[in-house]
């Protein structure tokens, strides 16, 4: 049996989490596209959904498993780039990865660390004040999160931060989510580019959905 400090352990960590946080990204998403309803819609419904993923069992109890999967993926994410720098003998062996991995792929620490920052800022900006803060209400007694985000996407500064931030996250998900099922050993040259195709293609789908919505709220409010 293999010990969880194993590499192979933490890889097969490192995937399952990184797969489940591709499951969020996917359904919150599809929460933000409320944001582009029209605005009085979109504010009693943002905000009435905010409060149901807030006061739901069910929902806290995934939460707190987005919030653990975070934090291992993150872990493992150091764990494993330190082991292989570690276990790199010579200059030529690294010179020729570099000439075989795309750029991406061997930046996974670097876009790891942008978006957890972003995380960081993210949980501070509107998680924080919507648990704890003392935000207004909207005309159905809900604390009026939409107005923050609004206020947040309609800052030239904080857009340009987002949307490094997402493209930080494409790049991760275009070596993570291949990556992700090879380590979990479904690897098989019949398919494993139809694997590769699919990631792109989701990949694609967060960025452009990721990106559009504070790109389209900054122009239009």
């Not at 933000?32 to 069992?57: C, R, T, V």
Request: glycine share 6%; net charge positive; charged share 15%.
């Amino acid at each position: 049996m293999l010990g969880f400090s194993s590499t192979i352990s933490r890889k097969y960590l490192m995937a399952i989490t990184g797969l489940f946080l591709c499951l969020f990204l996917v359904i919150h998403l599809l929460g933000n596209f409320q944001l582009l309803l029209p605005e009085d819609e979109a504010q009693l419904q943002y905000n009435a959904y905010s409060a149901f993923l807030s006061g739901n069992i069910l929902v806290k109890i995934i939460a707190y498993v987005l919030y653990i999967s975070i934090i291992l993926h993150s872990i493992d994410a150091i764990y494993l780039s330190f082991k292989s720098r570690k276990s790199k003998k010579t200059r030529y062996r690294y010179d020729a990865r570099k000439r075989a991995s795309k750029w991406y792929s061997r930046q996974m620490m670097l876009l790891g660390v942008i978006l957890f920052a972003f995380l960081v800022i993210h949980f501070y900006d509107f998680w924080y004040p919507f648990k704890f803060g003392e935000l207004p209400l909207d005309q159905q007694g809900n604390k009026d999160l939409y107005q923050l985000v609004i206020a947040s996407f309609q800052n030239i500064g904080y857009v340009a931060w987002y949307s490094v931030a997402i493209l930080a996250l494409f790049f991760h998900l275009l070596h993570g989510f291949f990556s992700a099922f090879r380590s979990l050993g479904l690897y098989h040259p019949y398919y494993a580019q139809i694997i590769k195709l699919i990631g792109v293609i989701f990949s694609l789908l967060m960025c452009i959905g990721y990106l559009g919505i504070p790109i389209y709220i900054f122009i239009s409010r």
